[in-house]
């Protein structure tokens, strides 16, 4: 099984950054898919980006431009770097990792997914 422990969140004004980590048990030396998702309060759960295990990225419309998702190898660790940050990106971010490793095939719900975190907040004020 893969655990996955995300961390960085925290507070910040608008108009900063922030970078997450998501750091994998293990990935049992396959490619997976790894990504992030977020849930802010009363809304629904927004796939924001995921990477594959041939280093293929996707975001959403939402946050392209601003953030980048990378991915550690050597360290079965997943990143996301968030700029301009702005008050709609306050939510619970979760990582998530499945061993099939085109994301492209998974369909984008945070349950699809074989491993999740617990995730980390970010509070954007």
């Known amino acids: 099984d893969v655990q996955l422990v995300e961390s960085g969140g925290g507070s910040v004004q608008a108009g900063g950054s922030l970078s997450l980590s998501c750091a994998a048990s293990?990935?049992?030396?396959?490619?997976?898919?790894m990504a992030w998702f977020r849930q802010a309060p009363g809304k629904e759960r927004e796939k924001v980006a995921y990477?594959?295990?041939?280093?293929?990225?996707s975001y959403s419309d939402s946050v392209k431009g601003r953030f980048t998702i990378a991915k550690d190898g050597h360290k079965n660790t997943l990143y996301l770097q968030m700029n301009t940050l702005k008050p709609d990106d306050t939510a619970l971010y979760t990582c998530?990792?499945?061993?099939?490793?085109?994301?492209?095939?998974?369909?984008?719900?945070?349950?699809?997914?074989?491993?999740w975190g617990q995730g980390t907040q970010v509070t954007v004020s």
């Open positions: 998530a990792a499945d061993p099939r490793s085109d994301c492209t095939v998974i369909r984008g719900t945070l349950v699809s997914y074989n491993n």
């Open positions: 293990t990935l049992h030396n396959r490619g997976y898919c």
């Open positions: 990477y594959s295990s041939t280093g293929t990225t």
